[in-house]
């Protein structure tokens, strides 16, 4: 009988694509019996992952106290060997399965404590108080947890004193995707850059793109296109007033398919997050993306990022709060097609050589392997040391 993971997030969207996409597929593919218990409208199953919907609830408050009391009800129901919890939020839960003799795993997207005082829906001294509570609860949790999985380096460097099975898992894109379109002829692509994000805000440089597509030149063709929702709603309304808006399109929130589609007609891909500690330590997806669809970056220049850049010679680095150094990049990009073109070629070949989901998910299995074994070991040893007359009651 395979052993059976129990997926939580009350946060995320089912198909989000690191926990669905990525790391519950992944688990299915190699056996485990996956239930993933997140906010939607209807349970199914999806590539041999079970998802069974949690009521949504629409404010902030209400999903961190109903939303997360209906999952750790549900949570118990699955009775399963390990669980995988994917929000802060969430972390009482996986305190109570621990204390009821569960694995529990800690998967750790951001440094949170790092990026609260830069919420923009919390004032200023709110967020850096709340993130010293934070960091304590978090900390203090780490050292009971059955294992961590954290999404960056710098995230596990905070982690390990903590844990013995701390691991980094890295968001980088599927290969599988590169194949959901076919590679465009580059004379053939659009001269429009393209920012494909999980939203459209002034912290992921909402603001500096659009002004920067304002200071170019009147022969220069770009457009920019922009995936997304805005963050606020009334951010469109404010970007709108920007002379650049005349050279936006908007794409709207596009699946997976569109997302692809897009990178695969633009020349170019915009990763501009303000500098912020959290922002700059993080490695964002739609880097890795941009790259797997051959197209050149243009990114902030914060250390890791033109690390990363410089490194596989993918793009350009510029000040992600100067919309004159922002347009100089896209008109050169787009000035020197060939050059463009060799950028796109070298971080596509950085993507499947080494900064792909393949390699990731191996360190993902081997620590699920590590505790569904101890999960096996401590098993037989209570059938072991339970005595004939209670093992024959069928009791557990």
Known sequence: MSAKVCVLTSAHPPFDIRIFHKECKSLA???????????????????????????????????MTRTVRRIYREALKQAADVYHFHDPELIPIGLLLRLRGRKVIYDVHEDLPRCMPYKPYLPRWVGRFAARIVELLENGAARVFSGVVAATPVIATRFCRLNKRVVVVHNYPLMSELALAPDA????????????????????????????????????????SLAGPFSPPSLREELASEPGWKRVQVCGVLDRAGVV?????????????RPEPNAMAGKPIKMFEYMAARIPVISADFPLWRQIVDGAGCGLCVDPLNPEKIAEAIHYLLAHPQESEAMGRRGRQAVVERLNWDREKKKLLALYEELVSAVAVGNAARERVMPAEYKNSGAR
């Open 185 to 224: 002829a580059w004379e053939t692509r659009e001269p429009t850059i393209a920012y494909a994000g999980s939203s459209v805000s002034v912290q992921r440089g909402a603001l500096e793109m659009v002004r920067a597509m304002g200071l170019l030149p009147p022969d220069c063709a770009a457009t920019l």
């Open 29 to 63: 593919a190699a056996g485990y019996d996956v239930i993933l218990l997140a906010p939607g409208e209807r349970d199914q199953i999806v590539d041999g992952v079970r998802l069974r919907a949690i009521p949504k609830s629409h404010t902030r408050l209400g999903r």
């Open 261 to 273: 589609s897009l990178l695969q007609r633009a020349r170019a891909g915009f990763v501009l997050q």
